[in-house]
Antibody, heavy 116, light 109 residues
Framework: QVQLVQSGTEVKKPGASVKVSCKASGYTFIAYSITWVRQAPGQGLEWMGWLSVDNGNPNYAQKFQGRVSMTADTSTTTAYLELMSLTSDDTAIYYC?????????WGQGSLVTVSS | QSALTQPPSASGSPGQSVTISCTGASSGVLGSKYVSWYQHHPGKAPKLIIYEVTKRPSGVPDRFSGSKSGNTASLTVSGLQADDEGDYYCASYAGGNNYVFGSGTKVTV
């Protein structure tokens, strides 16, 4: 069965970076893009971008351009989201999901807290 | 402010129907076949309930249906049940390889 298992909770200081992982299994990893979505406390879902796993090409939401990096290691079928220059506004649950235009399979979410 | 506007809340009694609208802020949003709906319970992963405007993933009951007319997409939940409570989000291809979620609607049964 398709599974996306994410890394655990992170606590970071303002200005730091965080890297969240998403281990995929149960399907051909390179056949699907990986999308990243976040939800800040009390807020809605926010699309951050997606990564074409087959060629490594990312597509970032304009809001995050310049401080986000989405990559994948096909040898370990793991996708990564790195977000830099963190502020308290980046405190959120970060989700990975399979697919670019609709996402049936999701990771369990990774809580990132940014606090001094 | 999201490019996709949804009503903040909707409600219905068990057995009734509720329809949630999703209106695009510009003609480019909601202009493709890639319109999806998700059910989300905070702290859990979102669940895809409609994709490509009207299609249901396997396992999603036919009580859930989607449609689109012009710049507005809609999700109808018929025969409301208690476990239909939650937050519902529309989402759409927004041009230029971009994707956007709606502002979200809290459904109360």
């Amino acid at each position: 069965q398709v599974q996306l298992v994410q890394s655990g909770t992170e606590v970071k200081k303002p200005g730091a970076s965080v890297k969240v992982s998403c281990k995929a299994s149960g399907y051909t990893f390179i056949a699907y893009s990986i999308t990243w979505v976040r939800q800040a406390p009390g807020q809605g879902l926010e699309w951050m971008g997606w990564l074409s796993v087959d060629n490594g090409n990312p597509n970032y939401a304009q809001k995050f351009q310049g401080r986000v990096s989405m990559t994948a290691d096909t040898s370990t079928t793991t996708a990564y989201l790195e977000l830099m220059s963190l502020t308290s506004d980046d405190t959120a649950i970060y989700y990975c999901a399979r697919g670019a235009w609709d996402q049936k399979y999701w990771g369990q979410g990774s809580l990132v807290t940014v606090s001094s | 402010q999201s490019a996709l506007t949804q009503p903040p809340s909707a409600s219905g009694s068990p057995g009734q129907s509720v329809t949630i609208s999703c209106t695009g802020a510009s003609s480019g949003v909601l202009g493709s076949k890639y319109v999806s709906w998700y059910q989300h319970h905070p702290g859990k992963a979102p669940k895809l309930i409609i994709y490509e405007v009207t299609k249901r993933p396997s396992g999603v009951p036919d009580r859930f249906s989607g449609s689109k007319s012009g710049n507005t997409a809609s999700l109808t939940v018929s025969g409301l049940q208690a476990d239909d409570e939650g937050d519902y989000y529309c989402a759409s291809y927004a041009g230029g390889n971009n994707y956007v979620f709606g502002s979200g609607t809290k459904v109360t049964v």
